[in-house]
């Protein structure tokens, strides 16, 4: 733009030919690096320095020694630095976009995409969501019953251990009288295939099942819950802790999931209503 202005044609030209709007480029001019770029840099920086003198380090470990070295950021703005510059612990897995092979099943997909139920406690549907908050990721494993949508059972956790899996199956047996012989549906989730998730299947006389590998339609109507639940609570705002996410997510879905939104498939009726006239034995167990 100088080079031009030189030769004798204007800014104002260049700029309407480049369709460039005057104001942002002087303001580039008269600082063309800002404040937060450089406190960017001079994080990266130091992150940098610590993952150089110690490859075995996570972000975590990173975030700690960079703040040692005066640069303090939370964890996950460290995540996202070493992410975008692949600064990844030596111990840790190589990361890659849809790289990641699902483990073999270790059940037959009873389903076969056919998400319908006569009755309750036929057919529950599991999966896992994470979101971050400032302290870090939280987990929630839910449990899905098909033929209301009710949430029967589910687990929060700070770890994604086969453990959250368990946890949510022994709430839903604990709310639920008569599930044996009930089909529990799941992706190839490492937790879902975990001995200690099928020793509970077999321990709570439940069958389980489970879709192909990276085909998200095999448990579709558990990932539009979880959809739900993104839109509704987990993207409306940033979460300080995990315990104030734990309590929105607990609140959203007994209070408004369960007794407010009304679906259209159960004829405009809550799941909790839709049970109580089609089924209040179990309604009212549960």
């Known amino acids: 733009m100088s080079e031009l202005a030189a030769d004798g044609i204007p800014v104002a030209v260049s700029l309407r030919v480049l369709k460039l709007s005057r104001q942002p480029y002087y303001r580039w001019r008269k600082q063309q690096v800002t404040e937060s770029e450089l406190t960017e840099a001079h994080r990266a920086n130091a992150l940098f320095d610590a993952h150089r003198d110690d490859p075995e380090f996570g ?4 975030a700690g020694e960079a703040e040692a070295a005066g640069q303090r950021m939370c964890e996950r703005t460290a995540w996202r630095i070493c992410r975008d510059n692949q600064w990844w612990s030596t111990f840790g897995k190589r990361r890659g976009k849809n790289r990641k092979r699902p483990g073999p099943p270790v059940h037959h997909d009873l389903v076969q995409r056919d ?13 896992i969501t994470e979101h971050w908050t400032d302290e870090g990721k939280l987990y929630l494993c839910a449990i899905k019953d098909v033929f209301s949508g009710r949430i029967v059972g589910y687990s929060i956790s700070d770890r ?10 022994d709430n839903a047996i604990s709310r639920r009288l008569g599930a ?5 549906h799941s992706d190839r989730g490492s937790q879902f295939r975990s001995r200690k998730f099928v020793h509970a299947l077999n321990r709570h006389h439940l069958i389980g099942s489970m879709g ?5 339609g095999d448990n579709a109507a558990m990932e539009s819950f979880l959809a739900l639940l993104q839109k509704n609570v987990l993207n409306r705002k940033r ?18 999931y ?3 939104r009304r679906q259209a498939r159960l004829g405009r009726l809550n799941p909790i209503e839709y049970e109580a006239i089609m089924n209040p034995t179990v309604s009212l167990a549960a």
């Open 59 to 62: 972000y975590r470990f990173l």
């Open 115 to 127: 998400f319908s139920a006569d009755d309750v406690n036929e057919l529950w549907l599991t999966d």
């Open 160 to 169: 994604m251990k086969a453990r959250l899996a368990v946890n949510a199956l």
């Open 180 to 184: 044996a012989g009930c089909i529990v």
């Open 212 to 216: 192909k590998g990276g085909a998200a």
């Open 239 to 256: 979460w300080r802790t995990r315990e104030e996410l734990r309590i929105a997510i607990i609140t959203w879905i007994e209070r408004t």
């Open 258 to 260: 369960h007794r407010r």
